[in-house]
């Protein structure tokens, strides 16, 4: 995911609702709205895209690390065959290719640790701001539903002042976002890094375990 990509997914997300209610009184509030949805829209449609992308290259490099190690294995099994005819010339070819998969596999075994770790962040971002489109499309709402209520004379003794209802709407809008992404607005981003830094775990674990048994393979055919 490119830093300019990360970086619109960042100012969407933390964006906050009292941000664009501070431009409530503008001459056309309701526009401006719209726009910030449709910015949203396209936003979301380069995410996903990327995300496309990201997906089908984990799975041809997930194929090409399934070749590999179906490759790695039928070696060993011709090298034992090479060995029990007498043909050591055969068996060192095949040693010799195997020594060329080993080497690839942690080059590739690294490629496939990132692209699981973009593909998990960017249907992570993905998720947010289809949450946050869900927000800003109930302030829409909300607003137009308020100026209704203003125009409306039988409503105007009863209708409660600006800041409490900005309260409210706020209030709403960060129900809805939790309850749509399990997250809080005010600690969507903190979420993300957190998810970045267990990627990053996940993928030190799964290097230490391929070390490992690489290292017992060579041991056994010591």
């Known amino acids: 995911m490119s830093d300019t990509l990360k970086t619109r997914v960042g100012r969407i997300i933390a964006g906050s609702v009292n941000a664009l209610l501070d431009h409530i009184e503008d001459q056309q509030p309701d526009a401006m709205m719209l726009q910030s949805l449709r910015e949203l829209d396209t936003l979301l449609d380069d995410v996903g895209h990327e995300l496309g992308k990201t997906s089908a290259n984990l799975h041809l490099a997930r194929q090409q690390h399934a070749r590999l190690n179906q490759q790695h294995q039928t070696l060993a099994e011709h090298i034992e065959h090479a060995l029990a005819e007498g043909r050591d010339d055969l068996a060192q070819a095949a040693i010799a290719?195997?020594?060329?998969?080993?080497?690839?596999?942690?080059?590739?075994?690294?490629?496939?640790?990132?692209?699981?770790?973009?593909?998990?962040?960017?249907?992570?971002?993905?998720?947010?701001?289809?949450?946050?489109?869900?927000?800003?499309?109930?302030?829409?709402?909300?607003?137009?539903?308020?100026?209704?209520?203003?125009?409306?004379?039988?409503?105007?003794?009863?209708?409660?002042?600006?800041?409490?209802?900005?309260?409210?709407?706020?209030?709403?809008?960060?129900?809805?976002?939790?309850?749509?992404?399990?997250?809080?607005?005010?600690?969507?981003?903190?979420?993300?890094?957190?998810?970045?830094?267990?990627?990053?775990?996940?993928?030190?674990?799964?290097?230490?375990?391929?070390?490992?048994?690489?290292?017992?393979?060579?041991?056994?055919?010591?």
């Open 97 to 222: 290719r195997q020594m060329d998969i080993e080497a690839q596999l942690p080059v590739m075994d690294a490629s496939l640790a990132e692209l699981h770790a973009s593909e998990q962040a960017l249907a992570g971002y993905v998720a947010a701001l289809q949450g946050k489109k869900r927000e800003l499309a109930d302030t829409l709402q909300a607003y137009q539903l308020s100026r209704r209520q203003a125009a409306t004379p039988a409503s105007t003794a009863t209708e409660p002042g600006i800041g409490h209802r900005l309260e409210q709407v706020t209030r709403g809008f960060e129900n809805v976002y939790q309850r749509q992404t399990g997250l809080s607005l005010n600690h969507a981003q903190a979420s993300l890094q957190q998810a970045s830094q267990l990627q990053t775990l996940d993928t030190l674990v799964r290097e230490q375990q391929i070390a490992e048994r690489l290292a017992r393979i060579k041991a056994g055919k010591a």
